[in-house]
């Protein structure tokens, strides 16, 4: 059974870093895109960041771009958020997502209507 778990999330203070994992099992070689995304209380889930699990493509919202990077370790099954110059409106559930098939376009990356396999989410709290 494909699994998605998420891990490194807690209290940061503003401007501090974060480094959130997220460690596929299963079918993994399915998972192509591997994305994540995020959800604030009171608002909708929204895209943060993907890749492609060839190491080619990345796409960031523009609310993250230039604080947080995406990357992967491919022998862990393994993809990373490290979240720099955190703000206090990062707040949010995290969520690692997966596209079941193989393909590759920014704006399906940023689709989360395209993803088929999810983590239960970890809590990022971003206070003084």
């Known amino acids: 059974q494909e699994q998605l778990v998420e891990s490194g999330g807690g209290l940061v203070q503003p401007g501090n870093s974060l480094t959130l994992s997220c460690v596929a099992s299963?079918?993994?070689?399915?998972?192509?895109?591997r994305g994540w995304f995020r959800q604030a209380p009171g608002k909708e889930r929204e895209f943060v960041a993907a890749?492609?699990?060839?190491?080619?493509?990345?796409t960031y919202a523009d609310s993250v771009k230039g604080r947080f990077t995406i990357s992967k370790d491919t022998a862990k099954n393994t993809m990373y958020l490290q979240m720099s110059s955190l703000k206090p409106e990062d707040t949010a559930v995290y969520y690692c997502?997966?596209?079941?098939?193989?393909?590759?376009?920014?704006?399906?990356?940023?689709?989360?209507?395209?993803?088929?396999?999810w983590g239960q989410g970890t809590q990022v709290t971003v206070s003084s």
């Open positions: 299963g079918r993994t070689l399915e998972m192509y895109v």
């Open positions: 890749l492609s699990w060839n190491g080619v493509s990345t």
């Open positions: 997502a997966a596209i079941g098939r193989r393909f590759w376009s920014i704006s399906g990356a940023r689709d989360q209507t395209n993803y088929n396999y």
